[in-house]
């Protein structure tokens, strides 16, 4: 049930396994949508569990309520929630990119990162943060928090757009929906506030602690609370020793910076920034030089010339788990039929360029409303050439007759046309061309109808007893209906000019 590689998840199919964490496992995805679309997802799923399997799903639908409500460019979004099978998926979009911890242990083997770009980031991250903490919902405010902000849960693109991720164990604090047990502390110890900790209740204030850690890693690289065991680092978050000024350890650090990160790593939450926009605005006023289009571009920048290889590489992985999908469907039909029933081009010209099925004929496909059945190119071929031989002998038929017409119109009686020269077959013989072309419709007494001859071949009968031969090799005409209006003029614009 759980070696899902490979399988379809609703309308996702999973392409191959790229995180793993605590309750869940994250795959890379396709959305197979009609005609060919597709888009690439992230899809979460789940990991085995007999003990607290029904906690895990309320976790995972918590977190699908959350993150669903938030619309923000700097969190990733949350696209759907689905049950497969019993199998319980949570759909987020793919981001091409990083997390910022790969790039915070990049940016320590060159030496550090530099000022104006480490609070670009941490910037965007406050701003999706501040999103997170006003959402609301018809009853109000919901008091989402986060709790557990880290540099593996915030996303940054090649395009150098930070994300957050991962809302699993975020709460909304004026709710009393929570899968959080008395007691329980969720998070990752070295980013938490000394009250998450504790165990106390949370707010907005515990994510703008995780983010003062955050800045203070990216811009010094240490940690500013450090310890040989989980224990000692929780020791030291939660005693009042005093933190080492990020000063102390990078020469010409920028004071107004340390004063912003020092105020949100104030152990006493009364004296942190009181959320996440008051501590970016005041990132702003301190370094006005990590904010604009120019820290942008400096962020992208450094971001390309950082993860080069590594960006090229993990494209390539992407493209290959996308072709040994492809391998393994079966496939695709190349007609494809659309709602009102008819046939689509260019759902077969896309099937057919993207994947031709082996050994399959391209087969041509009608754009007419009314939907009719496909058929094999063999009969329609022989249909053509049986429709033409039949056309042919209805013109001769009527070409035959034309000059008894003519004398009837002209003499006010039928009169026999001649018969044609011994031996010579009937579309052998020259016809007169009439001055006007008259309508297909004969008169009644013009009317013309096949009979049998002693020998046992069909003969045109005419008005007149005169009995021309037609050759024996041509098969049986139809009888032409008489028109039921004797001399009825015809409309010579609306009869085709063959002869042009």
């Not at 976790?59 to 993150?67: D, H």
């Not at 896309?350 to 004929?361: F, H, M, Q, R, Y």
């Not at 028109?483 to 003029?489: E, N, T, V």
């Amino acid at each position: 049930m759980y070696d899902l590689k490979g399988k379809t998840l609703g309308r996702y199919r999973l392409l191959t396994p790229v995180a793993r964490g605590g309750m869940g496992q994250v795959w890379l995805g396709r959305l197979q949508g009609a005609r060919g679309f597709s888009k690439m997802v992230a899809v979460k799923t789940l990991l085995p569990s007999r003990d607290d399997a029904e906690r895990l799903e309320g976790m995972l639908t918590e977190e699908a309520r959350i993150a669903s409500l938030i619309q923000h460019p700097n969190v990733v979004q949350t696209i759907e929630l689905g049950e497969h099978e019993g199998v319980l998926y949570l759909v987020m979009e793919w981001v091409d990119g990083e997390s910022l911890g790969y790039f915070r242990e990049r940016a320590a083997e060159l030496g550090g990162m530099p000022w104006t770009i480490a609070v670009q980031l941490v910037g965007q991250v406050l701003a999706g943060l501040h999103a997170a903490h006003e959402l609301r919902d018809e009853a109000g405010l919901l008091g989402v928090v986060h709790r557990d902000v880290s540099p593996n849960n915030v996303l940054v693109t090649y395009d150098g757009i930070a994300k957050v991720l991962d809302f699993g164990i975020a709460k909304a604090t004026q709710q009393a929906l929570s899968t959080t047990k008395q007691g329980e502390v969720k998070g990752k110890f070295s980013y938490m506030a000394p009250e998450q900790l504790l165990g106390d209740s949370v707010d907005r204030r515990c994510d703008v602690f995780a983010c003062g850690i955050l800045l203070y890693v990216l811009t010094t690289g240490q940690h500013p609370f450090t310890g040989q065991t989980a224990a000692a680092v929780v020791r030291a978050i939660v005693s009042d020793e005093p933190i080492i000024p990020p000063s102390k350890l990078r020469e010409g650090y920028p004071p107004e910076l340390e004063r912003v990160v020092l105020q949100a790593l104030a152990r006493r939450r009364d004296e942190r920034w009181p959320g996440a926009e008051s501590m970016r605005a005041a990132l702003e006023r301190a370094l006005p030089a990590g904010f604009g289009e120019a820290a942008r571009a400096e962020v992208t920048s450094f971001v390309n010339r950082v993860a080069a290889e590594r960006q090229l590489a993990r494209r390539a992985a992407v493209r290959s788990a996308q072709l040994a999908a492809d391998s393994s469907e079966p496939p695709s039909l190349p007609h494809v039929a659309t709602p009102n029933g008819s046939a689509s081009v260019s759902s077969l010209r896309a099937v057919s360029l993207s994947k031709p099925a082996p050994d399959e004929p391209l087969v041509a496909v009608s754009q007419s409303n009314a939907a009719e059945p496909a058929v094999a190119l063999p009969s329609r071929v022989g249909k053509g050439v049986g429709l033409l031989i039949a056309a042919c002998l209805l013109l001769l038929l009527t070409f035959a007759a034309w000059p008894s017409r003519e004398r009837l119109l002209a003499g006010g009686h039928p009169v026999a046309a001649a018969p044609p020269a011994s031996g010579a077959p009937l579309s052998a013989q020259p016809m007169p061309r009439p001055s006007s072309i008259p309508s297909p419709s004969l008169p009644a007494a013009a009317s013309t109808s096949v009979e049998k001859d002693p020998s046992g071949s069909p003969a045109l009968a005419a008005p007149g007893g005169a009995t021309p031969r037609v050759a024996s090799s041509r098969p049986k005409a139809p009888p032409r209906k008489p028109s039921k209006q004797l001399g009825a003029p015809s409309n010579d614009l609306l009869v085709p000019d063959y002869a042009h």
